[in-house]
C-alpha cells in the first residue's frame, strides 16, 4: 500500500479529525431511526445502512480525487454534485462538505471511508465499491476503477436534487456484483437499434451497473450474411463510437460475428477472413468478442473440404467442427492480442438440458476458458432454476452463460406487445452457477428499459432481488429526476396493460394486466353482490387513470425514447380508457333507469374499442408487425360483459 502524502493526505488527516468530532456508530444508529426509510438504489446492494440524517449540500463542495480515478467517474461525481445542490467544486483541503473518491486500496481514501462512518473490507470483489456519507465527509472506494465508477452511480441514487430539499442520503454502503458479466445482447430478428439508440442504451447500462453489451442484431447484414465482407468506413466510424461510448460508462463492448450459415471450417481462406473481419473490431479498441453459431444447421456441411474433413453430416461432426474454430478462434486471435477477454459462443443447442453427440463433442473438445451460452430450458423458458443451470453447466462442462429470451418479442406470440412486466421467474441462487446473465430486449430499445432494469438489478445481487420494487424503480427512472408520482402512476398503469409475457406455446409465463385484472375481479365480486354502487366508485379512479395515462406520460415522461417507442399503444390505451370509463357511466345510468343514456353509452363504448383495435404497430420496427394489444383478454373481456351484467338490489 503506498505511503498518502502530498494534498489528498492532508485532506484526508482533516477529514479524520472532524470524523472524531461526529456521532459514534451507536449514535448514528439512534439517529437512522428518527431519518426514515432507507433510500432505494438499483441494484440492490449487499449492505446498506443508516448512519444519520441526510446531508445538506452547500453551493460549495471539495472533491478530492486519487490516483487511477477515471474522466468518467470523475464527470459522473461532479454532475451528481451540482444536481444535489453545489455551484462550485474545489479542490484541496478546507472547511464544509468534502467528497473523497478514489480506489479502496489507497490509504489517504481508506482513511475517509473511517471517517464517514464507513467500514473498510478487508476482501472486496472485482468491482466492488464501499461508500459512506456522514457530517461533512462523502467517500467512495472502488475495488478498482469499475468499483468507484460504480461507487459514483450509487452516489447518484442518493443524491436528491429537487427545489424542496438538495441532500446526501446518510448511508454506508458495502457492495460488489454476485455475477461476473451482467447485460444485453442486441441478438433480436426485425429491425435493428439505430445507432443513436444504442449511444443511449450504453449509457443506461452504466447507469444500473451492467457490464455487457453484445453487439449480435440478427438483420446487419455485416453480422451474419456478408460476414466475410469489411464494414463499410461509415459503419466502421458508428461502431468505434459506439465502442468509446461503452468504454466510457465501464460496459465491456463484445462484437460479435456469426459465420455458420456458409462457413467452410477446413478453409484456411475462411479463418483468415474471420481473423481479419475480428481484427478490425480490435483496431477499434474491442476486446471482447463472440463466434455464436446459433439458428444454424447441422445435418449439412457448407463445403466437400468439411465432409473429407469431419465425415458425413452428423451431431458429433458439428461439434468437432464447431470446437476446432472456436479454439483456433480463442488461441490464434484473442491469445496473440493483449487485453483479450476470453471468447463466447452460442451453440446450435442452446436450449434445453439434454445431453447429445454435439454437446459431448463440444464439452470434450472446447477450450474450457470459451464462454458457453444457454437461453434456459427452451427458447423463452417460463422459469430459470438453479437446478436447471446446474444440469446445463453438467451437459456443456463449465458454468454457463444465459442468453436471457426476455424482452424481445421478435416471434409470433408477441405480435402486438410491448412486454413490460418486471423481469421475473429467475430463482435467487443462480449467481452461483452462472457466468453471467444478458437479456435479449426487444425491438424498441427505450421501453426494454423496464425489463432490462429487473435483469440489471438480478444478476447485480440476485438472492435480495425484489421484482415489484425494481419495475417501480423502472417507471421512476423513466420518468425522470426527482419525477412527479402522478407520472410514475401512469407509467405503472401503462406497464400493467402490457403485462403479458408470451413464450413460444400456448401459456405464457406472465399474465396480462394483473393489477387491472384483480381491480375488475373486486369490481364482480361487489356487483354480484347486490353493491353495484360501490362497485362503481371503486373502480373509476382505475378507469380515470386508464384514460389519462397516456397524455400523462407524453407529456411528462423525460425519456422521450419511451415515449417514441409505445406511440401506438399509448393511442391505443387512451381509447381504451374512454371506452372504459364510458362502460362504467352506461352502467350507473341503468342503475340510475335511464335505459336511453345507458344504450348511448355502451355502443360509444364499443365505438372507441373499435378504433383502438385497429390501431396497429409502427411499420418496420417489429417482427411480426400486427394490431397492438392492450390489457386484451382483460379489459376487452369486461367491456364486452358489461352490458350483460345483471343487477340486484343497489346497496
Known amino acids: 500500500m503506498r505511503r498518502s502524502s502530498g494534498p489528498l493526505a492532508a485532506v484526508i488527516a482533516f477529514l479524520t479529525f472532524l470524523g472524531l468530532l461526529l456521532p459514534t456508530a451507536a449514535t448514528a444508529a439512534t439517529d437512522a431511526r428518527a431519518v426514515g426509510p432507507l433510500p432505494s438504489v438499483v441494484p440492490r446492494p449487499q449492505e446498506m445502512a443508516r448512519l444519520g440524517p441526510d446531508i445538506r449540500v452547500p453551493a460549495e463542495v471539495r472533491v478530492v480525487y486519487g490516483d487511477g480515478v477515471d474522466q468518467p467517474t470523475r464527470e459522473l461525481v461532479a454532475s451528481v454534485l451540482r444536481r444535489a445542490g453545489a455551484r462550485y467544486l474545489r479542490g484541496g483541503s478546507g472547511p464544509g462538505l468534502t467528497v473523497t473518491v478514489g480506489r479502496l486500496a489507497d490509504a489517504p481514501v481508506a482513511n475517509a471511508l473511517r471517517a464517514a462512518g464507513g467500514r473498510v473490507p478487508a476482501d472486496l470483489p472485482a468491482e466492488g465499491y464501499a461508500l459512506a456519507a456522514r457530517g461533512r465527509t462523502v467517500a467512495l472506494a472502488g475495488a478498482d476503477a469499475d468499483g468507484t465508477y460504480y461507487a459514483a452511480q450509487t452516489l447518484r441514487q442518493l443524491a436528491t436534487g429537487s427545489q424542496t430539499g438538495r441532500a446526501i442520503a446518510s448511508v454506508a454502503v458495502v457492495d460488489h456484483p454476485l455475477m461476473p458479466l451482467r447485460g444485453v445482447i442486441e441478438g433480436f430478428y426485425g429491425s435493428p437499434w439505430t445507432h443513436a439508440e444504442r449511444m443511449d442504451q450504453l449509457a443506461f447500462y452504466g447507469d444500473v451497473k451492467m457490464n455487457t453489451y453484445v453487439y449480435a442484431p440478427k438483420d446487419d447484414p455485416y453480422h451474419r450474411e456478408k460476414w466475410r465482407e469489411p464494414y463499410p468506413a461509415d459503419k466502421l466510424a458508428q461502431l468505434g463510437e459506439l465502442v468509446r461510448q461503452a468504454i466510457g460508462h465501464h460496459v465491456r463492448f463484445t462484437f460479435a460475428l456469426s459465420p455458420g450459415n456458409s462457413l467452410c471450417y477446413s478453409d484456411p481462406a475462411e479463418f483468415t477472413a474471420l481473423q481479419a473481419k475480428l481484427g478490425a473490431l480490435y483496431d477499434l479498441g474491442v476486446r471482447s468478442f463472440s463466434v455464436p453459431l446459433d439458428d444454424i444447421s447441422y445435418t449439412r456441411w457448407n463445403c466437400a473440404a468439411d465432409r473429407a474433413a469431419y465425415g458425413e453430416p452428423s451431431q458429433r461432426a458439428a461439434g468437432e467442427a464447431q470446437a476446432d474454430l472456436l479454439n483456433r478462434v480463442q488461441k490464434e486471435f484473442l491469445d496473440a492480442r493483449e487485453g483479450t477477454a476470453p471468447l463466447q459462443t452460442v451453440p446450435t443447442e442452446y ?129 425522470g429526476d426527482d419525477p412527479d408520482p402522478a407520472t410514475v402512476s401512469a407509467l405503472l398503469a401503462f406497464f400493467d396493460t402490457q403485462h403479458l409475457a408470451p413464450t413460444f406455446g400456448d401459456e405464457p409465463w406472465q399474465p396480462q394486466a394483473p393489477e387491472l385484472a384483480a381491480r375488475l375481479a373486486r369490481f364482480r365480486t361487489d356487483w354480484d353482490a347486490g353493491r353495484q354502487r360501490a362497485a362503481l366508485n371503486a373502480l373509476r379512479p382505475s378507469a380515470a387513470l386508464l384514460a389519462t395515462a397516456s397524455a400523462t406520460i407524453r407529456a411528462d415522461v423525460a425519456d422521450r425514447g419511451f415515449v417514441a417507442d409505445s406511440a401506438p399503444w399509448l393511442d391505443a390505451l387512451a381509447l381504451w380508457g374512454r371506452a372504459f370509463e364510458r362502460t362504467l357511466d352506461a352502467l350507473g345510468a341503468r342503475l340510475d333507469g335511464d335505459t336511453a343514456r345507458a344504450q348511448r353509452w355502451f355502443a360509444e363504448a364499443s365505438s372507441l374499442a373499435a378504433r383502438a383495435g385497429r390501431i396497429r404497430t409502427i411499420p418496420g420496427e417489429t417482427r411480426p408487425e400486427g394490431p397492438v394489444r392492450v390489457a386484451d383478454g382483460v379489459l376487452d373481456t369486461f367491456l364486452a360483459a358489461a352490458p350483460g351484467l345483471g343487477s340486484r338490489p343497489a346497496r
Open 351 to 479: 436450449g434445453d438440458v439434454t445431453d447429445t453427440a454435439y454437446k459431448k463433442a463440444l464439452r470434450e473438445r472446447l477450450d474450457p476458458r470459451v464462454e458457453v451460452m444457454w437461453t434456459g430450458t427452451d427458447v423463452v423458458p417460463p422459469r430459470i432454476t438453479v437446478a436447471d443451470a446446474t444440469r446445463a453447466a453438467a451437459v456443456w462442462g463449465r458454468k454457463v452463460f444465459v442468453w436471457d429470451n426476455y424482452p424481445v418479442n421478435d416471434y409470433g406470440q408477441a405480435e402486438g406487445r410491448l412486454l413490460l412486466a418486471p423481469y421475473d421467474a429467475r430463482e435467487p441462487g443462480l449467481h452461483q452457477q452462472l457466468s453471467g446473465l444478458v437479456l435479449n430486449p426487444m425491438n424498441q430499445a427505450a421501453a426494454s428499459k423496464v425489463a432490462l432494469f429487473g435483469g440489471a438489478d438480478f444478476a447485480w445481487n440476485d438472492t435480495a432481488y425484489d421484482p415489484d420494487r425494481t419495475w417501480r424503480t423502472a417507471a421512476a427512472y423513466l420518468a
